[in-house]
């Protein structure tokens, strides 16, 4: 079972910071919703893609929520 996206690795933009890669948005979500598969391993997805495993949690636990939120629908009430 290969946890890999993709052969290419993307390189993160140079931040304000020194020394802290900002990854895209796009590569976050991509990110997180491989590592919401059955079966994957965080851990070895991260380290395949050489960041931090509590950074992979912490994205997937954002992406987990937002999947949420998009599923809640309001429905009419009337009185």
């Known amino acids: ?5 993709s052969q ?6 140079a931040g304000s910071r020194k020394g802290r890669p900002n990854h895209s ?4 979500r991509r990110l997180a919703a491989a590592a919401c ?23 997937r636990r954002r992406y987990r ?6 599923a809640a629908v309001l429905l009419p009430v009337t009185v």
């Open 1 to 5: 079972m290969g946890t890999t996206l």
């Open 37 to 59: 598969e059955p079966g994957v391993s965080v851990s070895k997805l991260a380290r395949e893609h050489g960041i931090n495993a509590n950074m992979l949690f912490t994205w």
């Open 25 to 28: 948005e796009e590569f976050k």
């Open 8 to 13: 290419s690795q993307e390189e993160p933009v």
């Open 65 to 70: 929520m937002e999947q949420r939120h998009e």
